[in-house]
């Protein structure tokens, strides 16, 4: 299983991070990013049978289907975001990881704005 594989990856890094932050404090944040990437490599290459699956959903689709492509771009923004922001935090910038979450936050609500349109309308119809 891929989780296993991510999970042991991320046990070493953790190890590694800590023996880096004992001897080398000052490459610590190096060794967070790099570990980051890594782990990301990896979630996104197990992701990738997930698409083609959301794909054929897709496919098979009648109703809704200008809906779907915001949906996968919320949910990219979310996932981009939380992993910036958690990188972030891991450097110690509390701050910019808020602003990050706060860009995402408002980026989803630009994404969304169809939907909400679409949604008035359905209602002023039904009036």
């Known amino acids: 299983m891929m989780i296993l594989k ?5 046990v070493i890094c953790v190890i590694l991070i800590a023996l880096i932050k004992a001897y080398k404090p000052e490459f ?3 060794a967070v990013l790099c570990a980051s990437i890594l782990l990301l490599f990896y979630v996104i290459g197990s992701i990738r049978y997930s698409f083609t699956y959301l794909e054929d959903i897709y496919d098979q689709m009648s109703y809704g289907k200008s809906y779907f492509p915001i949906i996968l ?10 992993f910036t ?3 972030c935090q891991d450097a110690g910038e509390k701050s910019i990881a ?3 979450e706060l860009a995402g936050k408002i980026a989803i609500f630009f994404i969304a704005l169809p939907v909400f349109a679409s ?3 359905l209602m002023n119809s039904m009036v």
């Open 6 to 10: 991510i999970c042991g990856i991320a």
């Open 28 to 30: 610590t944040i190096e």
């Open 73 to 82: 771009k919320a949910l990219g923004i979310a996932y981009v975001t939380e």
């Open 85 to 87: 922001s958690a990188i």
């Open 98 to 100: 808020g602003k990050v």
């Open 119 to 121: 949604l008035l309308e």
